[in-house]
């Protein structure tokens, strides 16, 4: 099993079409996923974001 892992915007509820795919070592996709939702779609920075975005991350692979 990979400790890599990715998020892909694609799937994400999104006015935007947005296309962005970010994959690393968890803390740092969370990290980058976490500021790409405040700064390019407008979500607040709250421990929920940051939980569901966790919660939404995969297995890179």
Excluded: F, W, Y
């Excluded at 980058?32 to 939404?56: F, K």
């Amino acid at each position: 099993m990979s400790d890599r892992k990715m998020v892909d915007c694609r799937t994400m509820p999104s006015d935007k079409n947005c296309s962005l795919t970010i994959a690393g070592r968890e803390e740092e996709v969370l990290k980058a996923a976490v500021e790409h939702a405040v700064s390019s779609h407008g979500h607040p920075n709250t421990p929920e974001l940051r939980e569901g975005i966790r919660q939404m991350l995969k297995d890179e692979g």
